[in-house]
């Protein structure tokens, strides 16, 4: 938005002192948004990949403690990875929806995403629950202090998404399927199918490899 002063009338010795104000158009860049989400997404990638780290470093430092043979139960995991990726397909199909212009089974998909995403969110804070409950809290040893950083980072990050997919629910009912809220969703999208990598990540490298002797 820009302000100029309006040209004088013919015959005044004067230009008048009010501004005129233009709006030439609208300045947001084609696919800004998309970009910059994706940049965000790469700042969370060295986020998740110092917590990789961290845990490859500290990961078999027990303190005489319990490993993660002892603790985890991978039946219980299989279930709530199960939940979270099959979460990823029913999101895309929110997205096939979408593209058809279909508001109601778009929001029905999207139901169905948060109900899977709120079904492995609950799995994790029983996880957690049950080994604080056994002694086997952060403060335990190193091994522990690294498995609870990078396994509750990404459930904040699900429990975010999880949020923000509620959020977008109330406005595609609100407002329908407008282009700013099919840009949220792909946004969303992303972020969602984001989760799912770094969720395989965490299960091979932390659950899988810890059950190992």
């Known amino acids: 938005?820009?302000?100029?002063?309006?040209?004088?009338?013919?015959?005044?010795?004067?230009?008048?002192?009010?501004?005129?104000?233009?709006?030439?158009?609208?300045?947001?860049a084609k696919n800004g948004?998309?970009?910059?989400f994706w940049l965000y997404l790469m700042?969370?990638?060295?986020?998740?990949?110092?917590?990789?780290?961290?845990y490859g470093v500290l990961g078999r430092n027990y303190a005489a403690g319990p490993s993660g043979a002892d603790l985890f139960d991978l039946p219980l995991l299989a279930l709530s990875t199960s939940l979270l990726l099959v979460s990823s397909i029913t999101y895309g199909f929110a997205m096939l929806e979408m593209?058809?212009?279909?508001?109601g089974m778009v929001q029905l998909w999207l139901a169905i995403t948060g109900v899977l995403g709120i079904g492995f969110?609950?799995?994790e804070v029983y996880e957690?629950?049950?080994?604080?409950?056994?002694?086997?809290?952060?403060?335990?040893?190193?091994?522990?202090s690294s498995f609870f950083t990078l396994v509750g980072t990404h459930g904040l990050?699900?429990?975010?998404?999880?949020?923000?997919l509620i959020t977008l629910m109330v406005q595609v009912h609100k407002h329908?399927?407008?282009p700013e809220n099919r840009r949220r969703l792909m946004c969303l999208s992303m972020f969602w199918h984001f989760l799912d990598l770094i969720w395989i990540g965490v299960f091979t490298f932390v659950y899988l490899m810890g059950v190992l002797p």
């Open 128 to 144: 957690f629950t049950h080994m604080i409950a056994e002694g086997a809290g952060p403060q335990r040893s190193a091994f522990l």
């Open 33 to 36: 948004t998309l970009l910059g």
């Open 157 to 164: 990050h699900v429990t975010f998404g999880t949020l923000w």
């Open 176 to 178: 329908g399927l407008i």
């Open 121 to 123: 969110l609950s799995l």
């Open 1 to 28: 938005m820009s302000d100029t002063l309006a040209p004088p009338l013919p015959g005044s010795a004067t230009p008048p002192t009010e501004p005129v104000f233009y709006v030439p158009g609208e300045h947001h």
């Open 99 to 103: 593209r058809q212009k279909r508001t």
């Open 43 to 54: 700042s969370d990638c060295l986020i998740f990949a110092c917590l990789f780290a961290t």
